[in-house]
């Protein structure tokens, strides 16, 4: 499946639930095409999506669907992370596809995230969280908001 079949399950599911709604079949449909596009150069084509910057990690927005949801590629450099942050515009759904992240609940729960790891997801009834990138290399993250994040406020949270 590719990432258009993705947009377009996920498009149609939207449009029928409302924004985050039914988080376990929001979750089974990324499960799903994650499952079905583990081939390399799949991966290394959406790795290629990935922006980079010394300064702070990058969100790069690929997809977005007004009010519904949106689809950000999230490319880390080792040692960048985020402060604790809420989820004010609704729940995230995300996985690691190359390297590896931290990720803190403020539960203080802890979770080493790769490409092994099931999908994760947060919103603000589960509390905030942090993330940080731990690997020596590039770490890139995939996430679906929905609704999507506010541009106002996705600079400096994720
Ligand atoms: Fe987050």
Redesign the pocket.
């Known amino acids: 499946m590719s990432v258009a079949k993705l947009i377009n399950e996920l498009r149609h599911f939207f449009k029928i639930n409302g924004p985050t709604t039914h988080i376990d079949k929001f979750s089974s449909i990324l499960q799903r095409w994650l499952k079905e596009n583990q081939d390399l150069p799949f991966l290394e084509r959406l790795q290629t999506q990935a922006q980079f910057d010394m300064s702070h990690y990058v969100r790069n927005v690929i997809y977005k669907e007004e009010e519904l949801f949106e689809i950000v590629i999230i490319g880390w450099l080792p040692n960048q992370h ?1 402060s604790f ?3 004010p515009c609704g729940g ?1 759904l ?1 996985t690691v596809l190359q390297g590896h992240l931290l990720e803190t609940r403020e539960t203080g729960e802890k979770q080493l995230l790769d490409i092994s790891t099931d999908v994760q997801y ?1 919103e603000d009834s589960l509390g ?4 940080e990138c731990l690997s020596r290399e590039k770490t890139i993250s995939f ?1 679906i908001y929905s609704p999507p994040f506010l541009s106002s406020v996705s600079s400096s ?2």
């Not at 905030?128 to 993330?131: A, E, L, T, W, Y």
Request: overall charge positive; some cysteine.
């Open positions: 985020t942050h809420g989820h995230c995300f947060i905030k969280h942090k993330v996430h949270n994720s």
